[in-house]
């Protein structure tokens, strides 16, 4: 398949051997040829980009119903790039097109719904995400305790836990009732590769429990919107930001808490192994991105 472009044949990107981009994707792409006139490497990278999306969505029905895609679904997304160790610049990118696919799919009227409105697009640089010092993250972890009422509990639940665990919030998200035990106080994070314990202290055990004892939503989710639902990436950034700005903390984001937690770990003289459990990195390369530069080198030990 090849289009005219300036005197000269400009081929596709052998669309024809992928068959999940059938479609609406399929579209979209000639669309980004025709009328955007973007370029062949670009063509090339949304079409990885979209054909790994299409192979975790699991296209098995032709043709499939991009609106029962749910932000929820492209949060499990988001997470499985994570999971298999991108670095966060790929991360962007992907998650950057598979932004301007769903507002695509808006535009011409496929979806009634952009579920892509409250994806957040990953900072591009471990090493450039904002460090916030022990005292920093202290005020910020109190900061719901100021307003009170039942969402305010479930905010300092939350940044509790994400301060105590440098857990990714993604995975926060994703925690069921049954994935904390306030017994020996532990998390249980499951992940598409494996499950990791991670410990929590007895001040993020008591806004857990004084969260758990509000909610009467019927749902086995952990964390869940006023509607009682689960609650989405874009949701917390947004309840994250509004509790920094309180607090004149500026330039964080979803990660600084977990960059923070890693940072804090490597200055009280943590062996790598450990904080490599600890965030769910597959290799120590990526944990080593947290420390300071000078161990970025140092064998683990």
Known sequence: MGLEREGKLFQTPELSRHPELNGEVNRYLTYLIIYRDRPENTIFAYRNDLSQLCKYLDLSNTPFDWNTVTGVRLDGFLCSLE??????????????????????????????????????????ADSSSKLLKKDEIAVLLAAPEARGGSEAKRDSAMLQLLGATGMRVSEMLALTREDVNLTVNYVRCLTPRHEREIPFDLKTHDAIQKYLEGVHAETDTLFVNHRGERLTRGGFWLILKGYARSVGLSGVNNHTLRHSFAVHLFDDSAKVESVQYLLGHVSTITTKKHAPTQDRTLKAG
């Open 83 to 124: 999971e298999d160790n991108y670095a966060p610049a790929t991360v962007a990118r992907k998650i950057a097109s598979v932004k301007s696919f769903f507002h695509w799919l808006k535009a011409v009227g496929r979806i009634e719904v952009d579920p892509t409105d409250v994806l957040e697009v990953p900072k591009v």
